[in-house]
């Protein structure tokens, strides 16, 4: 099987624009989460989605939003950027129902430096 | 709130000597445990994973992981180090007290000398 793949690998945007960022999970898996990854930080959750619905939400301001299309596919959108958004996105996603007890398949990550 | 804390944010072992990676959770109740690697510019990738079956854990690599309830940790071992193995190394936690939700530790980098 393919593994999780995100696009675009890198991305450059000027404060104030927006920006989507696209992942496809592994076939067959329906759970889809994103993470931010910072060096002050480390890996946040921003948020997980199953079946085109948002199960969970980490603790990021409304300028991030995402959504899951039927084919499990998903994006994340952050508009009105900020310089502290940059960071390596990652996509992740899980076989299972309840992803709790269900490793997840992390994509390679989305660079996204905001100038 | 379920937490994991990793013990020293950087490690360096010789080349063939025994890895340690620490790792301690805070859960009334035994989480699920995972030990991710990523290596530079990619994503992580999972080592192994506790979920409440064997309490020694054996993953991919020749790495391996015990569960220990009373002292709530998940330490990584591996017998004897190899260059490839210098990498950041993440442990991190889901379960009933964590809302569906993975945390992650604040990550771990560990470097072989040769």
């Known amino acids: 099987k393919a593994g999780v793949t995100q696009t675009p690998r890198y991305l450059i945007k000027t404060r104030g624009q927006q920006v989507t960022l696209s992942c496809s999970p592994i076939?067959?898996?329906?759970?889809v989460s994103w993470y931010q990854q910072t060096p002050g930080q480390g890996l946040q959750f921003l948020f997980e989605y199953f079946s085109e619905t948002q199960r969970n939400k980490g603790n990021f301001p409304g300028r991030f939003s995402g959504r899951q299309f039927s084919n499990s596919r998903s994006e994340m959108n952050v508009s009105t950027l900020e310089l502290g958004d940059s960071a390596l996105y990652l996509c992740a996603s899980s076989p299972s129902v309840a992803a709790i007890a269900y490793e997840q398949y992390f994509g390679p990550g989305t660079r996204l430096t905001v100038t | 709130a379920q937490s994991v804390t990793q013990l020293g944010s950087h490690v360096s072992v010789s080349e063939g000597a025994l890895v340690l990676l620490r790792c301690n959770y805070s859960s009334s109740v035994p989480p699920y445990l995972f030990w991710y690697v990523q290596y530079p510019n990619q994503g992580l990738q999972l080592l192994l994973k506790y979920t409440s079956a064997a309490t020694l854990v054996k993953g991919i690599n020749g790495f391996e992981a015990e569960f220990k309830k009373s002292e709530t940790s998940f330490h990584l071992t591996k017998p004897s180090a190899h260059m490839s193995d210098a990498a950041e190394y993440f442990c991190a936690v889901s379960g009933p007290n964590t809302g569906n939700q993975f945390y992650f530790g604040t990550g771990t980098s560990l470097t072989v000398i040769p």
């Open positions: 076939s067959g898996h329906r759970s």
